[in-house]
């Protein structure tokens, strides 16, 4: 059976950040993300993970100052991102999530970089990463590689294809360099989610989910979410499935049509 994992940042009742791990609990979810671990008490989360039996599928690994795809960030950014390498590896986190540019907090994109050539960017983005594999191997974390949609979410990304994250993380050829697989956002992008995940299934270790328009619980959009489950379980994947979405109406009937996946999913 996959995998449910709650996103609190994004899935949750109007509650405190802490109390959200209880709740996710109740409502049946095996494990739970959230994005910066800056300002968190991470013994807590420790504790609260500890007393409801919940795993972590990820955490943000990179943080709002440094992008991936620019030579001049690699220190700050191989800094910072070996410093939540060290919070996923106290958390039990099974991911860190990457970026190739640097988001603000609402999730605007701070540089484009329209001025420097896209092959410079790759090159940059790959070489960092073939720094930061070892570090990730030695914490034995997974770096997770997520291209954006370019269209209406993060406007300027330089990821915004799994083809493309694909690209660099070959380049990188470590196991502990793989691609995050944003199901709404790559519906945005390119659609064909299940041939899209058949092509580059060995290179993904993550998965997020949500439907697009809006980015809700499955069943309020286009996707057929009953079939993306029943394949992914045919195809043997064992990472999380995170549902990062905002609920269409209330968290209980969010989490309710979520749930009902888990028949397509066993």
Not at 18 to 33: L, P, Q, T, V, W
Not at 152 to 176: C, Q, W
């Amino acid at each position: 059976m996959l995998k449910f994992s709650a996103n609190i940042e994004m899935l949750s009742p109007p509650v405190g950040f802490y109390d959200r791990f209880g709740i996710a609990k109740k409502s049946g979810f095996d494990c739970i993300e959230f994005w910066s671990w800056e300002g968190r008490d991470i013994s807590r989360i420790s504790s609260l993970c500890a007393e409801h039996e919940l795993s972590i599928s990820s955490i943000s690994g990179d943080g709002k100052e440094y992008s991936l795809c620019d030579d001049r960030h690699r220190k700050h950014y191989l800094d910072y991102a070996r410093a939540s390498l060290e919070v996923a590896k106290t958390l039990g986190s099974a991911c860190i999530v990457i970026h190739s540019n640097a988001l603000d907090a609402h999730g605007r994109v701070v540089d484009a970089y329209e001025d420097v050539p896209v092959v410079r960017l790759y090159m940059n983005m790959a070489r960092t990463l073939v720094e930061l594999a070892p570090f990730a191997e030695k914490a034995g974390i997974t770096c997770v590689l997520e291209p954006l949609n370019v269209l209406f979410d993060h406007k300027g990304n330089l990821l915004h294809t799994i083809e493309g994250a694909a690209e660099v993380v070959e380049a990188v050829a470590s196991p502990y360099i793989q691609v995050l697989y944003d199901m709404y956002h790559m519906q945005i992008e390119v659609g064909n989610l299940i041939s899209v995940f058949e092509k580059y299934h060995k290179l993904i270790g993550h998965i997020h989910v949500a439907d697009n328009p809006g980015r809700h619980e499955p069943g309020t959009g286009e996707i057929n979410y009953k079939r993306v489950f029943q394949y992914l379980e045919a195809m043997d994947y064992t990472g999380a499935v995170a549902f990062e979405l905002s609920p269409k109406d209330t968290y209980e009937k969010a989490v309710q049509s979520i749930m009902q996946l888990r028949t397509f999913s066993s």
